[in-house]
């Protein structure tokens, strides 16, 4: 796939993909004792209810909560967070010949609130790539090995071209929009935080690239507490011009709300 096609699918994949987020909570309802009959006689005493133990709030919301509610309120949860590594990926994949194509990236980093941030970004397909750090409203970035400080004007701009297919960036252009199908699969715990398991898959994908992509799915985990923790979304096919290949876009975070220090470099 040439790099202005891989592009293409990278903005659109993530036009299409789903909503979610928290649903009602569900309150116990604390039983009426009822009051024995006083009698000499054992058999005729009415017998006091046991009182049936509240299902806790954490085990009624997946239940409840529609996956639209759980991935919108995830999206504030995650800008919420005071601190978190993470790592994301965006490749493509050419079917014949097993290679990563021009355009796939990785980008490694870590957030500390409110404005701090670094990120390494790395094409795969030629191993090269740049630092960036951001403490506040200072931007540098690292080029062959040499840091240098940029223009305080073109700071933010700079950060959001590079962390476009970051965390938030990301996950807000992911969890909005997907007109197909997500289901709760269970619980599990990822990165040591306990998540709700989410499926998700679209087969309409195919119109919308022109070329045919005819198997997409993906899977979220949210955690608990709110926030994303991790996502991989898969699709193949065929493009315009024929090539068969697959992209892949996944995103996950470690040591969330932990001590992280980020520096200038210099």
């Not at 970004?121 to 040499?146: P, Q, Y």
């Not at 935080?193 to 087969?203: E, G, T």
Request: proline letters at 10%; charged letters at 20%.
């Amino acid at each position: 796939m040439r790099k202005n096609k891989l592009w293409l699918l990278l903005v659109t994949l993530g036009l299409i993909l789903s909503p979610v987020a928290c649903g009602p909570k569900a309150t116990p309802v604390a039983p009426t004792p009822v009051e024995a009959t006083p009698t000499p006689k054992p058999a005729e005493v009415a017998p006091t209810p046991v009182p049936p133990t509240p299902t806790p709030i954490a085990e009624a919301t997946p239940t409840e909560a529609p996956p639209e509610e759980v991935f919108a309120g995830s999206y504030e949860a995650l800008k919420g967070l005071k601190s978190y590594h993470y790592l994301c990926l965006f490749k493509f994949e050419t079917e014949e010949k097993a290679e990563i194509t021009a355009g796939s990236i990785e980008i490694k980093g870590e957030y500390v609130a409110p404005d701090k941030e670094h990120a390494t970004w790395t094409d795969l397909s030629t191993r090269e790539g740049f630092e960036a750090i951001r403490i506040g409203d200072k931007v540098w970035f690292k080029v062959e090995g040499a840091w240098m400080e940029m223009p305080a004007e073109y700071a933010e701009s700079i950060m959001q071209g590079v962390l476009m297919f970051g965390p938030v960036y990301g996950w807000g252009t992911l969890y909005t929009g997907l007109p197909g199908i997500s289901n709760l699969v269970g619980r599990e715990v990822v990165n040591g935080i306990p998540c709700l398991h989410y499926a998700s898959s679209y087969k309409g994908w195919g119109a919308i690239f022109g070329g045919g992509l005819t198997e997409a799915k993906g899977d979220i985990w949210i955690a608990v507490e709110g926030f994303p923790v991790k996502y991989i979304f898969k699709a193949s096919g065929t493009d315009a011009e024929g090539n068969r290949g697959s992209i892949e876009w996944s995103m996950e975070l470690k040591d969330v709300n932990q001590p992280i220090s980020i520096e200038p470099p210099m």
